[in-house]
């Protein structure tokens, strides 16, 4: 039961003051966004409609003190679908922003910098999705500030860094090669080279694209052909890592992520895609057959493709050699 004594009308004046919160007393409270929301595959508490609908009644404290107001994402895969057309992460952020005021933070976690290390190049502030990172002065140099508040750990500042000075609690380097190369998948001559009877395809997977554990257990039920390594966003792969499995027995590396449009971290689609693009080139030029390396986009409708795609890529490795003994 909620009292009208706790209700705080003050807040909702603050929070449609604030840029983007003006739509916070639009919202029907249907749950359209909260049906559409890829968070709550990972946190099933996680409710926008009962967070805005709460904001609304003017429960400061319990709004303000919740983890749901940081985990918003602005993907806006909810907009398109919403009745109302409200951007809802336009009014958790004014209500983020009310919070930060107010001596509230995100519980985190968020990416870390090394100030020994970094060179203040700011390439990760230029590809930051969030605008999280900044550059401040520690002595002579600038060094990257990540600001915890706007970090959202997709990881693609770190797979940007050109120093390695940035790091994660989760999917750190050291975590995603040896996953990589667990109980040996790596570090043997491959089908290509005559090494393995079957081709082997190591796929990277953004965990926002695939929409069920159902649809990723049939890639793993393809066998020891395949190694699956999950990442935050597929804008987090490091180019370094595609070209160690090439070069260390994986016949092909397909890298899959969400379609344009539907990142759940802005653009991490683009930049994966992108760095597919440029590995592709680079192969070519080094006389690599361009299918050993491939990016796909899942989309929201998308269901149960993964698995094809795998499959056409091993297809696609068992052709090259085929062309090769036809030479």
């Not at 919160?21 to 029907?28: D, S, V």
């Not at 508490?45 to 940081?70: D, K, Y």
């Not at 890298?255 to 680079?282: F, M, P």
Request: hydrophobic share 40%.
């Amino acid at each position: 039961m909620i009292r009208l004594s706790q209700a705080d009308h003050t807040f909702i004046e603050q929070i449609m003051a604030e840029p983007g919160g003006e739509n916070l007393l639009t919202c029907w409270s249907c749950g359209t966004c909260a049906a559409t929301c890829l968070v709550r595959r990972f946190d099933s508490s996680f409710n926008p409609r009962l967070t805005l609908h709460q904001a609304g009644l003017g429960l400061r404290g319990l709004v303000l003190s919740s983890s749901e107001i940081w985990q918003c994402s602005a993907c806006d895969a909810c907009y398109p679908r919403c009745p109302r057309q409200i951007h809802i992460s336009e009014v958790m952020g004014a209500i983020r922003s009310v919070a930060i005021r107010e001596g509230f933070h995100s519980p985190g976690p968020s990416a870390l910098v090394d100030e020994q290390v970094c060179s203040g190049c700011a390439v990760c502030t230029r590809v930051c999705p969030y605008e999280a990172i900044d550059r401040v002065a520690l002595g002579e140099h600038m060094v990257a500030h990540v600001n915890a508040d706007k970090c959202m750990h997709c990881g693609i500042c770190m797979a940007s860094c050109p120093s390695g000075a940035i790091t994660l609690d989760t999917f750190s380097d050291t975590e995603l090669v040896s996953r990589m190369f667990a109980d040996g998948w790596l570090g043997q001559p491959g089908y290509l080279d005559g090494g393995s009877t079957i081709p082997r395809i190591l796929v990277f997977v953004c965990q926002w694209s695939v929409r069920t554990d159902a649809e990723l257990q049939r890639v793993y039920n393809l066998g020891s052909q395949v190694r699956v390594v999950n990442l935050p966003c597929s804008g987090r792969v490091d180019p370094a890592m595609i070209l160690t499995a090439l070069n260390d027995g994986a016949d092909g590396v397909l890298l899959a992520g969400c379609q344009e449009g539907e990142c759940h971290y802005k653009r991490g689609t683009l930049l994966g895609r992108s760095k597919v693009g440029l590995l592709r080139a680079l192969l070519a030029q080094a006389g690599i057959a361009q299918e050993r390396l491939a990016f796909v986009e899942l989309g929201a409708f998308d269901r149960y493709v993964l698995s094809g795609l795998v499959q056409k890529m091993l297809h696609s490795i068992e052709s090259l050699v085929a062309a090769a003994v036809l030479e």
